[in-house]
């Protein structure tokens, strides 16, 4: 049996590990914000992105803090986040 692994069906194995958070408990960006918002509220990217009206990879770059929004955008994104 050279190359082949043998199958144990009734050998149970269990993985621990710690899930990795989706945001930090204290963000510090505009786009931890953003991306602590969008979940908390059980949104994907895509549905931002249509209320924002911008694309989805627009807001993956936000959230990632690869890009900053324009200042157009900022009344739009605060009024998202709900801060004044």
């Known amino acids: 049996m050279q190359g ?4 144990l069906p009734f050998v ?3 993985l621990k590990a710690l899930k990795p958070k989706p945001f930090p408990a204290t ?4 786009g931890e914000h953003l991306k602590r918002c969008r979940i908390t509220r059980c949104l994907t990217q895509k549905q931002v992105a249509r209320l ?3 694309s989805p990879f627009t807001v993956l770059n936000w ?3 690869r ?9 739009i ?8």
């Open 4 to 7: 082949r692994v043998a199958f």
């Open 12 to 14: 149970h194995v269990r």
């Open 27 to 30: 963000p510090r960006t505009l």
């Open 52 to 54: 924002l009206g911008v």
């Open 63 to 65: 959230e990632k803090d």
């Open 67 to 75: 890009t900053t929004p324009p200042a157009s955008f900022m009344s």
């Open 77 to 84: 994104l605060l009024e998202f986040l709900g801060y004044d």
